[in-house]
Nanobody
């Protein structure tokens, strides 16, 4: 059974930092591209960052490039999203996604106050 569990969300002031974590089980983690998405009630789900199985390729949305860093620990089936210089527009529910099989976590709320 595939399970992705996000943690690390919360309330932070603008300019602050948070580190999201995603614990994966039930998948072959080391061959999976892992992706962080985010969603607000007003917008469609948006790809925030992705990381290839061996971390050789990382992609970022233009809106977060230079502020967010995605990383992974294949030994412990973990993927992370370090978020710095947070802005109110980063407020969203953040989801972890594995591509094979396509699987989603339950999401973690990030709220950035101005």
């Amino acid at each position: 059974q595939v399970r992705l569990v996000e943690s690390g969300g919360g309330l932070v002031q603008a300019g602050g930092s948070l580190r999201l974590s995603c614990a994966a089980s039930g998948i072959i983690f080391g061959i999976n591209t892992m992706v962080w998405y985010r969603q607000t009630p007003e917008k469609q789900r948006e790809l925030v960052a992705s990381i290839s199985p061996r971390s050789s390729t990382r992609t970022y949305a233009d809106s977060v490039r230079g502020r967010f860093t995605i990383s992974r620990d294949n030994a412990n089936n973990m993927v992370y999203l370090q978020m710095n210089s947070l802005k109110p527009e980063d407020t969203a529910v953040y989801y972890c996604h594995a591509r094979d099989p396509s699987s989603w976590g339950q999401g973690t709320q990030v709220t950035v106050s101005s």
